[in-house]
């Protein structure tokens, strides 16, 4: 069942009455209207959601199961949602604007995806080891060697890391929940889920199947709470590790409040991505792939989205024509219309924080090439035209902040070494691009990219590969089967180099592979 009216918690595996009459109202960007709520939490709702969190992982068998075992209640979920995903894609167009087509081809089926998958790496996932070592080897000849044992026989475990806090972003609320919760529970973690403020209602739905499919309670607690108590819950005493995607400033802060209390944390963050067009690209490719990796997709609400296109500088008008008459050709309207490749952006504060930095960037001598106005024909919602930035050099602001809106801008390179060092040059380094006939010699030039993410000749988001950022975009990685590491803490348990480790312990348990391993 799908619902847009929420007056609870889901806490301890079954919906919980709040501590106030607080509410996040939810609005549609493309009316402007309410569709629907849900309560925000008190500390003492929040303390309640880490208490069965707690619960699960230090009184339930959660943590003692295989993570095949985990694996299969993720499966059940899988299913659950992609049950419900035509609903869900509606109730996610509604709340965040994105398009229908998105909603159903991404936002309603990357949840599915990914808890499938890592379920699949559950089965072989390895969290134990065995470690018969001597390095006597490489102690030199000193008179240490023979009097401090050099030898060892150890079992390594990986254990989960235990309650983590999950901190979605808005603009793929429920695919970020799922690619975040998937890992830290085949670990063998529980966790508390803080809802998205703009578009809750999608997250709060996972509450509805959880319940339906009977998941272990208290694994799995989903709460919306305000600034306050959010931080609340970052540093909450029962909170082991957090996870979190969003703004980089957010993020500095939850770095730093983690790094206080020696607490892991998974941050994913902001991007200003690059995509050099060297002089030898194909027109015909560059320009479609990269409108759809910028304002086509998500209304430009994308930590990916290239949004720097390095163009060489004899080429540039062409582009900058080339460009305008794509984005210009761009249907702007109703998300829910087939046709409708941009939508609203998620609130009327955020529409205005775009015009703001267009504003800016006309001040220090930019040009608004095309687009850059709320649409005449849409008196209701939250909408911006595609705006192409041109005239813009990298040292503007333009072109060091994150826009997070479908403004693109065209930066002039003199040849690719000049390209890489713009690219190089920001605060930034999540994902990036590169565009040349010669796609070998692309890869040499993402090497010299300091960005977690590259393409070459296109954009493309590997989900069976790690994700993360260089520099301010971010520390730790998401996807892939490191992802699973993340959320999990080696133990080493040793024992008389003389003796035998016992069969019992070591049965069926494989040995490690290194230098100085001698079993």
Known sequence: MIDREFTGFFIGGSWRKTSSDDRFEVISPASGKPIGSVSAATEADIDAAVAAAREAFGGSDWPKLTPAQRGEYLVRLAAAIAAHGEELAELITDELGCSHLLSQVYQAVAPVMSLNYVAEVAKSLQTSELRVSDLSAFAGSGDAVGVIPMAGKSLVVKEPVGVVAVFPAYNFALPAVAQKIGPALVAGCTVVVKATEPNPLAIF???????????????????????????????????????????????????????????????????????????????????????????ATNSGQSCVAQTRFLVPEEQYEFYADAFTRAFEALKVGDPRDADTVVGPVVTRSHLERIEAHLARAVEQGATIRTGGRRPVHLSEGWYIEPTLVTGVTNDMDIAQNEIFGPVAVLIAHNGEDDAVRIANQSRYGLAGSVFTADSAHGFEVARRIRTGTFSVNTFAADLGSPFGGYKESGLGREHGVGAVQEYLLQKTISIDPSLDLPEEVVSGVPVGHGPGITA
């Open 205 to 295: 739905n996972l509450g509805n199947l959880l319940q339906e499919i009977g998941f272990p309670a208290g694994v799995i607690n989903i709460v919306a709470a305000r600034a306050g108590e959010s931080e609340y819950l970052v540093g909450h005493p029962g909170v082991d590790m957090v996870s979190f995607t969003g703004s980089t400033e957010v993020g500095k802060k939850i770095g730093a409040a983690c790094g206080e209390l020696i607490r892991p944390v998974v941050l994913e963050l902001g991007g200003k991505s690059a995509a050099i067009v060297l002089s030898d690209a194909d027109p015909e490719i560059v320009v479609p792939t990269l409108v759809g990796a910028s304002v």
